[in-house]
């Protein structure tokens, strides 16, 4: 059954088929949401991600989880917030979308997100999370397929938002 879950907190302590990371188009690992699963999952994560090497904005790709209990990562590049005239609405739609179709693929039952693009990329919260929302649930109906999707918000402003917008 297709559930819409907020939990405030760190989305490494989440129980779930897929993990999404906030990533870089180098996949080179960073700080933020990135580091903290590069630091919770080990090294194996980091070597697939160099294989691959590049991931364009507002694309998705998947590795292993590494020492983390989810099965995957899914790696997606948010985009840069330019004052909102440079197709960041768009980029950031295609991070959520990729991300479903992926998990679909994978077979997933169940698959966290981040609030991709608000930290360091600075994308305004009060826009992202009902982006967010909206394309993951038409992303699932259009798929034609059922899943548990937690959106795991770090901060309180976002676990706010998030509240607001789905319960
Ligand atoms: P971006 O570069 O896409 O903005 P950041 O990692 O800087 O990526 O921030 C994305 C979001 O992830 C922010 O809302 C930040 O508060 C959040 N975040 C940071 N660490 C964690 C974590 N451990 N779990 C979940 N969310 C996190």
Same mark, same amino acid.
């Given at each position: 059954?297709?559930?819409?879950? !907020? #939990? ?6 989440? &129980?779930?088929? *897929? =993990?999404?990371?906030?990533a870089n188009n180098?996949?080179? %690992? ?25 991931c364009p904005t507002?694309s998705? !790709? #998947? ?6 209990? &989810?099965?995957? *990562? =899914?790696?997606t590049v948010g985009?840069?917030?330019?004052? %909102? ?83």
């Amino acid at each position: 059954m297709t559930q819409l879950k !907020v #939990i405030h907190g760190d989305i490494i302590t989440i &129980a779930c088929d *897929i =993990i999404v990371n906030a990533a870089n188009n180098g996949l080179q %690992g960073g700080g933020g949401v990135d580091g903290a699963i590069h630091q919770a999952g080990g090294p194996a994560i980091m070597e697939e991600c160099r294989e691959i090497g590049y991931c364009p904005t507002g694309s998705a !790709v #998947i590795t292993s989880a590494g020492d983390l209990q &989810a099965d995957y *990562i =899914i790696h997606t590049v948010g985009p840069v917030w330019m004052g %909102g005239t440079r197709g960041e609405a768009e980029k950031l739609q295609s991070c959520y979308e990729e991300s479903i179709e992926l998990a679909v693929e994978y077979r997933a039952d169940s698959l966290a997100f981040p609030n991709i693009s608000t930290g360091v990329y600075k994308y305004p919260k009060d826009l992202a999370a009902p982006l967010a929302i909206k394309t993951v649930k038409e992303m699932l109906k259009k798929q034609g397929t059922e899943m548990e999707i937690f959106f795991v918000c770090f901060d309180a402003e976002n676990a706010e938002l998030y509240k607001k917008l789905i319960e």
